[in-house]
């Protein structure tokens, strides 16, 4: 099923930014126990799960949002987590957690991401 997207703004290819959903943790975010086979990520998804409001904001460009339960690129970091695999994911991830760790709003990220992997 998919989950509704609430478009706060359209990327450049249309990729389009969900709004971050209300109460959204990142619980579901993958944690090192989830990763032994992948211990070179578990920094990368300790950093998505600290910043889950910014990453349930973020659109992702490498066309997993047309799988079934998206929302957004948090949603990259959970369950099956694409982002294990992916690097247009676990880019868009190391440049959010980059930028926000540095201040920067929600819609510079959103201008960043597209810029860089739009």
Do not use: W
Not at 15 to 43: M, N, Q, Y
Not at 51 to 67: F, K, S, T, V
Not at 81 to 96: L, Y
Request: aromatic fraction near 4%; proline fraction near 5%; include cysteine.
């Amino acid at each position: 099923m998919l989950l509704p997207r609430r478009a706060s703004a359209i990327g450049v290819r249309g990729v389009s930014h969900p709004t971050p959903r209300a109460g959204i943790t990142g619980v579901k975010v993958l944690t090192a126990a989830d990763l032994t086979k992948s211990p070179h990520l578990v920094e990368l998804f300790d950093g998505i799960r600290a910043i889950p409001q910014i990453a349930d904001g973020i659109g992702c460009h490498c066309g997993c949002a047309e799988l079934s339960g998206h929302y957004s690129l948090l949603s990259c970091y959970e369950g099956e987590a694409m982002a294990k695999s992916c690097p247009i994911c676990q880019g868009e991830g190391r440049v959010t957690i980059r930028l926000a760790k540095a201040g920067k709003s929600l819609n510079d990220i959103r201008a960043a991401i597209d810029a860089q992997f739009g």
